[in-house]
């Protein structure tokens, strides 16, 4: 959902920041402000899963890396910064892309989780953005289907891709030796039948 279109005017980074954000947030996308949907329970709880593991991991190797969650991202920053997105996990492997409130430049990794209302944008908008701004490895995870789509920067400048499931141990291609399995993203259904809307 837009909430905020001009045809005449195109939103900045500056701009972004000084709108209110009430009770959804938003990204800016090429000079356009738009809503994001609230999570599920179960996009959370990949999240978390998703945060746990590889920080686990960075730790354990004493990598200079971090990784975030719903942080602005400035992809277009050293072109023109109209563009701030939020991705639900990302990390950053270059400090100096670091400043108070945001990411400037492309994250060396990103994960987005599907919901009916972001998905078209989250596929059709934000991942060719990613891929554009040469992030190094982009993740789609799709809860209901349970699959994992990654793009991965080949040394041709193009993103290979590949899908994984729950059956799969999925490889953090940008983290040597790292798998995420598919069965922490995608656990068995544990909520009782009776609970369930």
């Known amino acids: 959902m837009s909430v905020l279109r001009n045809e005449f005017f195109h939103y900045t980074y500056e701009d972004y920041i ?4 009430g009770d959804e947030k938003l990204e800016l996308i090429d000079g356009e402000i738009v809503a994001m949907a609230s999570p599920t329970w179960r996009h959370q709880e990949i999240v978390t899963t998703f945060i746990a593991s590889i920080s686990n991991h960075l730790k354990e190797k004493g990598s200079k890396c971090k990784v975030l969650s719903d942080v602005d991202t400035r992809l277009n920053y050293a072109k023109g910064d109209d563009t701030a997105v939020r991705p ?5 492997c270059d400090r100096s892309k670091f400043d108070e409130k945001s990411i400037k430049g492309a ?9 009916p209302s ?3 944008r989250d596929m059709k908008v934000k991942l060719i953005k990613y891929c554009e701004a040469g992030v190094k490895e982009v993740w789609i995870i799709d809860p209901v289907a349970e699959i994992v789509l990654t793009y991965v920067l080949n040394p041709s400048g193009s993103h290979d891709w590949s899908i994984y499931g729950a059956e799969d141990e999925i490889p953090v291609s940008v983290l040597e030796n790292f798998y995420i399995s598919g069965s922490d993203i995608f656990p068995e259904d544990d909520i009782p039948e009776e609970e369930k809307l």
């Open 18 to 21: 000084k709108v209110p954000e």
């Open 88 to 92: 639900d996990i990302l990390m950053v």
């Open 107 to 115: 994250p060396d990794f990103i994960v987005e989780i599907l919901s």
């Open 118 to 120: 972001t998905a078209k």
